[in-house]
């Protein structure tokens, strides 16, 4: 097969008031990736300066559902990778080789892995293995995430959702409606769950990776409710349990609703 080609993808970012980190991912983009193409949704509460990308200003405080689906809203190529604007690229990141799963059919969502980075003395930089795939083991009206992965497949390792570090199909995750905005920030699970439903192949290749270094939360961030019991109703269940073993129950109301 030939070589996967840069130019069929996007990078689309959502920044929220992290001016420094959104100049830190794009400068690192730019080094390893000059030619491509880099969406930015900003709808923090100040305007972020943004340079050596296509970046537009969204409300105050849509949220990160909302921004992603704006960003996928513009996309003008079959494949899209979804970045946090914490993210760093390095050596190790092989976009090509999550690309290359996509573009090949093997995946619909290609992903790497999350290695959380924090300076410390200055000088040292510790980075520790942050992974988030997980499977989803649906029991009844009770979900279960799952640490880990299924089985090794070609070039990865099957799995049913991952962190916010994937290459995945414009198309695919368009058809399944992309991201519930009302879930705001926390559209993850739910967003995985019904691309499971929609038969979406997600997968994991733990060779590729991305430095997500540590930010302060934003005072309007540290504000926002929890909307996860939200996303446990709309799931058509009665609870999780997430990967720590908290247990989200659906709010009785939506329940009943």
Known sequence: ????????????????????????????IRRFHPAMKVLVADDGVEAT???KADCFRLP??????AAQNALLARVRTPYFL?????????????????????????LDVAA?????SQTKFWFFTKRKLQSQHALLEIAGDRLALLAGSRSKGEGFWWCDLVGNFFVARTDRVR??????????????????????????RVGIQPASSVWLWQEKAQPTESLQHDLLGLAVAKMGLSQMTDLTGRVIRAPRVARAA
């Open 1 to 28: 097969m030939a070589t996967p080609d840069l130019s069929k993808l996007t990078a689309i970012i959502r920044t929220f008031d992290r001016p420094a980190a959104l100049k830190r991912l794009v400068k690192s």
């Open 49 to 51: 300066s943004c340079k």
């Open 112 to 116: 790497g892995e999350l290695l959380a």
């Open 60 to 65: 105050s405080q849509k949220g990160q559902a």
């Open 82 to 106: 979804l970045l946090d604007d914490r993210a760093e690229i390095h050596r190790e990141t092989q976009l090509l080789s999550l690309l290359e799963l996509v573009a090949s059919d093997r």
């Open 175 to 200: 058809a399944m409606g992309g991201w519930d905005p009302e879930l705001r920030d926390d559209a993850r699970e739910e967003f995985f769950f019904r691309a499971h439903r929609h038969g979406i």
